[in-house]
């Protein structure tokens, strides 16, 4: 059985839009590989093109342009944990990263093939909805064109991207200052699990740096994509970083997952759950949102 | 740490104690032991380190075709039609087996031995009707593993479902599918013993039900055979089994070959943990050897591991105690349900095991257990690491800790007022405890781990809660019983040179066993251990020996090799006397030599003993020793263990264990301490995360070890190792078995630890973040009625 | 489509299938068995091997990927027949029993060693998470690497 699979690795955008004018529906795109070996592996299904991304110049880094935070699809979660612009400024991404899977993963592990593979509890995803960042895409036609992130998430789950699109940066202005940012995960295991819940959340505090003036959440695990939470978010304005977190807040977290899943047989554990979650975000968000999460009190 | 110095991987390093684990005492200076005692790795670590020792997976043979299994998809369905057309289209398939060609013949993948009690043949080699979500129904071979993949997902099969029995309950239901014509209650028991001058004195009665779910064995390598069958009719089979000889008596009587044409050769086995127990692969790849007459290599997928190899049982067992103010017990009853999975394998053994331990642990007056196995449309259950005593252990002692809250005593106060004494009789097996010491286990164990303290600490009122708990179990000492005469056979041969040679049907599963009868025989006859060679089991060629289980490796195998070292040493000081011209009274063998008293002062060295003998005297210096298991005294631990429960997430971790063993004597300390921390990583997974789900229709949710939780490094706790030794049994130099007692009572100390963290009665495994959260909201819904009516 | 890559310091050239995952052209192109396949997934690091000195699970690893690039394996670790010093501490403190998990576990501790020469056992056990062992508990794997981190430090 030999598999016909072509193989092309463009080394641009231009390559980049040639590559994708030859795909078809049975065409691969290949970033950190994590997800489609072991679909190949277990569907022992042959592409007919694969077009490989980890050759693409410029698609590896983080820059900050224009006020806006520019990163690469090809950034990999092991380069998005420690990358110091990230950790400074978009730390609920750096967080995510750094709980995706194994170390192995992370290695391999793309912040662009996490997208495009848009699985419900993909934890940077999480982060880059709660961001409101948008999705750079690259055509057959050539045309470069720009998405809201949740735009690539499909309805039933797994992305919108046609197999002649392909990611090839994210971006999102840069926030203000006063502004702080966390990530939190719920799995069965203190890592290298799957999140059976997890959130972003982004604050801006006022000037003496004590109120919370706005903020933003964004939930995962419990939809077919993460999304923005708004009246969550709601109950932080006015609140106070250094008190303790707002039950509003908390409760109105349980009430989202009654919303979100109200058959799921999950919803049960979920809904109680979920408040370790928030005060896990508080926690994080109050200290500063260090890239460190949060470890039990008793400890 | 005190760290160890560059030596030789295998010889004495005494001093390297790499853990502060250990009793801080040298037994080289405490027993005058000269190996007995020492750390030595495994005697294939070194290879395994430069990755050039060749696991199953890694072996190549010249024509070697590739296997792959056609699993069903339902739990329970008749299969009507197969179709391969389209897979024997595939151009490197050389052909489809199924129900439709291969033999009928029904097998039990436990046999070790022809006319073996216990055993149920009613597994075929392929389904006509599939009983579980995994059971065979065809199979390929092809010239690539991929293209026999690719055929199996190209084979369409007509299935007519029918429903699914998930649970022993429902098996036993008066309306439930019958899974096999002899219908679903596939073994039942009663054990029973009532001393009827026990003391009436009143007492309360506290029940509980506790149960235990289906765990996946996990060795790290996935299940796999080969096998070839030679133009001249011989059948020979490799594979990483606990017993060729076994394997054997089941592929030879199956496939109708007498048993010296079927040889059977272990090969590295990447763990087992009893998961390669059972001969699940065998008697398939040697069909498909015998069909093709090609060299077959099958290699399971991990997903295929999870699902169609075998499993723990998932069991319930109902226990009421009665029990006096003073915490005595005065009966223990016991009832059991079973679910044995889609065919009997070992399940009316591993429950009836279950039936034989609580008597061995604690002094009862009266005990009834009542077990039933029976068949359901699941995974096949099988032996795992201990053999039904984690099983009963885990029950019993969660059922004990309630007894502890209701009468008000400390939970070791109760354990220290009912564990039995040294030289106590087993009421049940008639047969004694043995050097028992579990008393000092928990007394040493309770001070060493500071339970006093911390057993009085409040768990704390807020989201992170703390508690301890504690463990006892009881497991064997190999197989002896009233019905089966345990027994090993081996052979030493010295060479020229003065090294040795062990012929011994081994089968090293990764603890060590090799190095621990080397050690032992180094100790006898007083020769370094690296100069003692070893190889694994070969039914053609290794004398008889049952395989590696039933905690039987050192006590009865290392006992074996003792005698055996001492009839060589026997062998050799006899021709040395000959030679020497002395009545053999007047020698003695050290060092390597046989010395005439000091006055005489002369002395052979064993190589020359050893060359006169075949230079000179025509004679060989070879010894070959049977070893019948005298006594089948008790293993003991008793394990603590400290948890933090995450009250908001349901999440627990065990924060600080501490396992303390009676072992009578450690031979190797490096791998006794090994089996001990290695057992913590299973105990934590099956108590709070490890678990063969089903679906409602019967069927695992795939994803290997991303839907099987695995406890990593990260969730490990710290792991503290107390050995207890007395040797005062008939082990080689008093050691006794470590393997399976290290996980007897390991998961019981955790759910302790939770239940005493929280107030809970948790009492169905594994302790998951929702069962956890269930419990705690249904207290919070308990309290606020209660507030309500106040 | 042939691929070029220098794999335990030698330069190879082997012809593969574009999609062929990188554990099966060592393993079976290369001959390199040391490398082990417990999950096919991702998920035990069985398979651990080092590219460009950053540990990846070669069952997830296209193979067409590594062109170009450094490949390190277990069969790489010793020199001239010598076990290297992380090999030797695994075997002297217990940490292989059936070692099955060995190969992938000092690929993983060789990663960490060349980035953190001292690592505290949270770094060891964060670096190691990825590699799932049934016999040995971790301990003497996590001190088995803090031993040879403490003798490179005494050389």
């Known amino acids: 059985m030999m598999s016909g699979t072509e193989l092309l690795a463009p080394r641009n955008r231009r390559e980049l839009a040639d590559a994708l004018r030859r795909a078809t529906g049975r065409s691969c795109l290949l970033a950190g590989g994590t997800d489609w070996m072991i679909e190949w592996d277990s569907s022992g299904a042959h592409p007919d093109l694969l077009i490989d991304l980890s050759r693409l110049e410029g698609a590896a880094e983080v820059r900050t342009t224009d006020g806006m935070i520019r990163v690469g699809a090809l950034m990999t979660c092991a380069q998005l944990q420690q990358h110091e612009i990230l950790l400074g400024r978009a730390a609920c991404l750096a967080q995510a990263a750094r709980q995706v899977g194994s170390l192995q993963i992370r290695n391999a592990a793309t912040i662009g093939g996490n997208v495009a593979n848009a699985s419900p509890c993909a934890d940077l995803v999480t982060a880059l909805v709660a961001l409101r960042a948008r999705a750079t895409l690259v055509a057959a036609s050539g045309v470069t064109s720009e998405r809201p992130i949740e735009t690539l998430l499909a309805d039933q789950g797994g992305s919108t991207l046609g197999h002649d699109e392909a990611i090839v940066e994210f971006s999102w202005p840069i926030g203000r200052a006063g502004e702080r940012s966390a990530f939190g995960k719920i799995g069965v295991r203190t890592s290298v699990a799957v999140s059976r819940l997890n959130a972003a959340l982004i604050i801006c505090l006022d000037g003496a740096g004590a109120v919370i003036t706005e903020a933003r959440i964004a939930f995962g695990s419990i939809a077919t994509s993460a999304f923005q939470a708004e009246d969550v978010a709601g109950t932080l304005r006015g609140a106070s970083i250094a008190g303790d977190c707002p039950e509003a807040f908390i409760s109105r977290c349980a009430q989202l997952v009654d919303r979100s899943i109200p058959s799921r047989t999950s919803r049960p554990y979920k809904r109680l759950a979920i408040r370790g979650l928030a005060a896990d975000l508080w926690a994080l968000i109050g200290a500063g949102a260090s890239a460190s999460s949060a470890t039990p009190s008793g400890s | 740490m005190i760290n160890s110095q560059s030596r030789h991987p295998l010889s004495r390093n005494r001093q390297s104690l790499g853990t502060k684990s250990l009793d801080d005492y040298d037994p080289g200076i405490v027993t005058g032991f000269k190996y007995v005692g020492g750390r030595y790795p495994a005697s294939d670590a070194v290879r395994k380190a430069g990755g050039d020792l060749a696991f199953g997976s890694d072996m190549r043979f010249s024509g070697m075709v590739h296997a792959a299994l056609l699993l069903s998809p339902h739990a329970h369905a008749r299969i009507l039609r197969i179709d391969a057309a389209r897979a024997r289209a595939v151009p490197e398939v050389l052909g489809v087996y199924s129900h439709f060609d291969a033999p009928a013949t029904p097998y039990c993948r436990y046999r070790i031995t022809p006319g073996q009690a216990g055993c149920v043949d009613d597994e075929p080699l392929f389904a006509s009707t599939a009983r579980f979500a995994g059971d065979r129904v065809a199979a390929v071979v092809a010239t690539t593993r991929a293209a026999a993949r690719a055929a199996v997902r190209a084979i369409d099969v007509e299935y007519e479902p029918l429903p699914a029995v998930l649970s022993a309950e429902a098996a036993l239901a008066p309306s439930a599918p019958r899974i096999h014509p002899s219908g679903n209650l596939l073994h039942e028991y009663c054990v029973e013993f009532a001393d009827p001058g026990a003391d009436p004195a009143d007492g309360v009665t506290i029940e509980s039900t506790v149960s235990t779910q289906m765990l996946h064995h996990a060795a790290l390598e996935p299940h796999l055979c080969f096998a070839e069958y030679d133009s001249a009719g011989k059948l020979t089979i490799w594979s990483p089994c606990q017993s060729v000889y076994g394997a054997r008596t089941v592929v030879a009587d199956l496939l109708g070959l007498p048993y010296h044409r079927v040889r059977v050769i272990k090969i590295p086995m990447g763990g087992s943990f009893g998961g390669k127990q059972e001969f699940i692969l065998e008697p398939v790849t040697a069909y498909l050897a015998m069909r093709t007459r090609r060299p077959v290599s099958l290699i399971l997928e991990r997903d295929e591991c999870i699902r169609a190899t075998t499993v723990r049982p998932a069991q319930r067992s109902w226990l009421r105690s009665r029990v006096g103010r003073d915490g005595r017990l005065l009966s223990v009853e016991v009832d059991t349900l079973l679910a044995a999975g889609a065919y009997a394998g070992s399940s009316p053994d591993y429950a009836e095991a279950m039936a034989h331990k609580l008597t061995r642990l604690y002094r009862m007056p009266s005990y009834r257990h009542r077990g039933r196995v029976a068949y359901t449309t699941t995974p096949v259950a099988g032996g795992m690491r201990g053999w039904g005593a984690p099983d009963i252990a885990t029950c019993a002692e969660v059922h004990l800790d309630q007894v502890a809250a209701r009468l008000g005593i400390d939970p070791v106060a109760l354990r220290l007022r009912n564990l039995v004494e040294p030289g106590d009789v087993d009421p049940v097996g008639g047969r004694g405890v043995g050097d028992a010491r579990v008393r000092e286990c928990l007394r040493r164990g309770a001070a060493r781990f500071d339970w006093a303290r911390r057993a009085a600490c409040a768990p704390g009122h807020g989201r992170w809660r703390r508690g301890v708990g504690v463990a006892c179990g009881a497991h064997k000492n190999g197989m002896l019983s009233d019905s089966f005469p345990d027994s090993t056979t081996m052979t030493l041969k010295m060479n020229e040179d003065g090294t040795l040679d062990l012929n011994a049907a081994l089968h090293e599963v990764g603890a060590g066993s090799a190095v621990t009868l080397t050690t032992i025989i180094a100790e006898e006859l007083d020769v370094a251990p690296e100069r003692i060679s070893t190889r694994e089991a070969d039914s053609e060629s290794s004398p008889f020996d049952f395989g590696c289980f039933g905690s039987r490796m050192t006590y009865v195998g290392g006992a074996g090799a003792r005698k055996l070292a001492a009839a060589l040493k026997e062998r050799l000081i006899a021709n040395a006397a000959s030679l020497l011209g002395l009545p053999i009274d007047l020698l003695s063998a050290d060092c390597g030599r046989v010395s005439a008293p000091p006055s005489d002062g002369r002395s052979l060295e064993f190589a020359a003993i050893v060359r006169h003998a075949r230079m000179r005297d025509g004679r060989d210096m070879i010894v070959t020793q049977t070893y019948s298991g005298k006594s089948n005294p008790g293993s003991y631990s008793v394990q603590f263990a400290e948890v933090e429960v995450d009250t908001w997430t349901g999440l627990a971790r065990v924060t600080d264990f501490l396992s303390v063993v009676d072992i009578g004597r450690a031979i190797n300390r490096l791998m006794v301490e090994g089996q001990c921390r290695g057992a913590v990583q299973a105990g934590v997974g099956s108590a709070l995360c490890e678990e063969v789900i089903l679906d409602e229709a019967g069927r695992t949710p795939g994803g290997g070890f991303k839907n099987y939780h695995l406890i990593n490094a990260v969730d490990m706790p710290p792991v503290d190792v107390l050995l207890v030794e007395h040797d005062g049994d008939d082990g080689p130099f008093g050691a006794k078995s470590v393997g399976e007692i290290a996980f007897v009572p390991t998961a019981a100390a955790i759910v302790n630890a939770v239940n005493r963290a929280l107030g809970t009665v948790l009492a169905d495994l594994p302790l998951t973040p929702e069962r956890i959260l269930a419990a705690l909201d249904g207290m919070a819904a308990v309290a606020t009625v209660r507030t309500t009516c106040a | ?155």
């Open chain 3, 1 to 155: 489509m042939r691929l070029t890559a220098t794999v335990n310091g030698a330069s190879i050239a082997v012809e593969v299938a574009a999609n062929a995952r990188l554990v099966d052209v060592l393993r079976d192109a290369l001959g390199l068995t040391g490398t082990k396949v417990g999950c096919a997934a991702g998920e035990c690091g069985a398979c651990t091997v080092l590219i460009d000195g950053r540990a990846v699970n070669a069952c997830l690893v296209a193979a067409a990927q590594v062109e170009g690039r450094v490949v390190l394996t277990v069969e790489g670790l010793a020199r001239g027949g010598e076990l290297d010093r992380l090999q030797r501490k695994f075997v002297e403190m217990g940490a292989i029993q059936c070692g099955f998990c060995t190969p992938g576990l000092l690929m993983s501790a060789t990663a960490l060693l060349a980035r953190v020469p001292h690592p505290s056992r949270a770094e060891i056990a964060t670096a190691i998470a990825g590699n799932l062992c049934r016999c040995t508990g971790y301990a003497a794997i996590i001190e088995a690497i803090e031993a040879a981190a403490d003798e490179a430090v005494a050389r």
